[in-house]
């Protein structure tokens, strides 16, 4: 976001940004808090608003996706990441009996409620749950893993990228979890500047900053 607002800026746009949980934000708005676009990384916290009447739900489109990850330590990156389950077994279990495993809380945390669908869906819960190191965000669980705390974490795809000290060592089906989707809408009542800042949320341009970080763009 903030490199699109740079690019942005020489055309006359000015953002202004709040960075924080999409819970803190939905919850920030719903007590009117000034704002004219939210981005959640989470739907339900769209929901949440839209349920409320507090979103242009007209205006309410997905602006790119992730995926979930293993990640551990390594100097190296692997080429070949395997989506099979015997693999994300070895990634997430292997070489230490006690390992831990860190990730978002799943009663809090969206990447947490992703990596719990995924784990229950192939299978591996039982054997990872009780292993759990249950962070309050994501870049919290890639610390645990970077500090040799956990032997593993489940994170994003975007997240993995930039943890330098960590490499991806399994990458979970797409078709294990709820698609990972960031929505974005107009708050009701936005400016017409803030509609032409949505607007060009959409553009090629921005799409491409999306995928150089890593995420998926829905076309």
């Known amino acids: 976001m903030q490199a699109l607002a740079a690019r942005w800026a020489g055309n006359g746009a000015q953002v202004r940004f709040s960075f924080a949980a999409s819970s803190v934000l939905a919850r920030q708005i719903e007590q009117g808090a000034p704002a004219d676009v939210f981005i959640s990384a989470d739907e339900a916290w769209m929901d949440h608003l839209a349920a409320r009447g507090l979103i242009d739900t007209s205006s309410r489109r997905v602006l790119a996706t992730n995926r979930l990850v293993v990640v551990r330590m390594a100097s190296t990156s692997s080429s070949e990441i395997s989506e099979s389950t015997?693999?994300?077994?070895?990634?997430?279990?292997?070489?230490?009996?006690?390992?831990?495993?860190?990730?978002?809380?799943?009663?809090?945390?969206?990447?947490?409620?992703?990596?719990?669908?995924?784990?229950?869906?192939?299978?591996?819960?039982?054997?990872?749950?009780?292993?759990?190191?249950?962070?309050?965000?994501?870049?919290?669980?890639?610390?645990?893993?970077?500090?040799?705390?956990?032997?593993?974490?489940?994170?994003?795809?975007?997240?993995?990228?930039?943890?330098?000290?960590?490499?991806?060592?399994?990458?979970?089906?797409?078709?294990?979890?709820?698609?990972?989707?960031?929505?974005?809408?107009?708050?009701?009542?936005?400016?017409?500047?803030?509609?032409?800042?949505?607007?060009?949320?959409?553009?090629?341009?921005a799409r491409g900053v999306l995928r150089e970080a890593g995420f998926g763009v829905v076309e």
């Open 86 to 205: 015997p693999a994300l077994r070895d990634a997430l279990l292997a070489g230490d009996p006690a390992g831990r495993v860190a990730t978002g809380d799943p009663a809090h945390v969206p990447v947490g409620r992703y990596a719990e669908a995924a784990l229950r869906r192939l299978g591996l819960w039982d054997a990872v749950s009780a292993r759990l190191v249950r962070a309050d965000n994501v870049r919290s669980a890639l610390a645990f893993v970077e500090r040799g705390e956990a032997v593993a974490g489940i994170v994003y795809a975007t997240d993995a990228r930039v943890a330098k000290r960590l490499r991806v060592a399994a990458r979970f089906p797409q078709a294990s979890h709820p698609p990972i989707t960031y929505p974005v809408a107009l708050i009701r009542g936005a400016t017409p500047a803030a509609r032409e800042i949505w607007t060009r949320l959409f553009t090629e341009d």
